[in-house]
T-cell receptor
Framework: KAGVTQTPRYLIKTRGQQVTLSCSPI?????VSWYQQTPGQGLQFLFE???????NKGNFPGRFSGRQFSNSRSEMNVSTLELGDSALYLC????????????FGPGTRLTVL | AQRVTQPEKLLSVFKGAPVELKCNYS??????LFWYVQYSRQRLQLLLR??SRESIKGFTADLNKGETSFHLKKPFAQEEDSAMYYC????????????FGQGTILTVHP
């Protein structure tokens, strides 16, 4: 089975711009979760999508949004970028059953200048 | 609110020594606890979860609800165990959400 893939792997943006990150889950997985990883805050949950619906959401501002397509691929969007949005963004896929194992992608490294 | 605390940022041991990585949690319901590991230049992966009650790569972890702990143990550390270890909690029907501790970097010296 191919693992979770994320594109792009690296991004450099400037303040005020917007960015879209993509995640392709393991075949057959219908749930995709997104996390932000920073040295100061560690790994923080952004949101989770299942069957094209957001089922769960973390404590992030509305500038962070996401969506999921019918093939379970997911995108997350960050608008009006701030310096503090610089982070590694990880996605993880799972079957969608409660508390099931999550399989993580390699991450997208976003740098905001 | 749910919270996971890993009190040690860094832990160093010598090969063959026992190792214990500490994890304490705060959660009002019945939690699911996990240990994830990230080896150098690899992605985050599940090491073990408490409901499976199995030993993976010689590691075990017991959920102690009285002390709200889920410490990870291995009796004889190996150099290949050097990695970043994260304790994580999933609660109730909190779909897709893992609450992670800050992580512990384990270094096993030869």
């Amino acid at each position: 089975k191919a693992g979770v893939t994320q594109t792009p792997r690296y991004l450099i943006k400037t303040r005020g711009q917007q960015v879209t990150l993509s995640c392709s889950p393991i075949s057959g997985h219908r749930s995709v979760s997104w996390y932000q990883q920073t040295p100061g805050q560690g790994l923080q949950f952004l949101f989770e999508y299942f069957s094209e619906t957001q089922r769960n959401k973390g404590n992030f501002p509305g500038r962070f949004s996401g969506r999921q397509f019918s093939n379970s691929r997911s995108e997350m969007n960050v608008s009006t970028l701030e310096l503090g949005d610089s982070a590694l963004y990880l996605c993880a896929s799972s079957s969608g059953l409660p508390n099931d194992e999550q399989f993580f992608g390699p991450g997208t490294r976003l740098t905001v200048l | 609110a749910q919270r996971v605390t890993q009190p040690e940022k860094l832990l160093s041991v010598f090969k063959g020594a026992p190792v214990e990585l500490k994890c304490n949690y705060s959660y009002s319901g019945s939690p699911e606890l996990f240990w994830y590991v990230q080896y150098s230049r690899q992605r985050l992966q599940l090491l073990l979860r408490h409901i499976s009650r199995e030993s993976i790569k010689g590691f075990t972890a017991d959920l102690n609800k009285g002390e709200t702990s889920f410490h990870l143990k291995k009796p004889f550390a190996q150099e290949e165990d050097s990695a970043m270890y994260y304790c994580a909690l999933a609660g109730g029907t909190s779909y897709g959400k893992l609450t992670f501790g800050q992580g512990t970097i384990l270094t096993v010296h030869p």
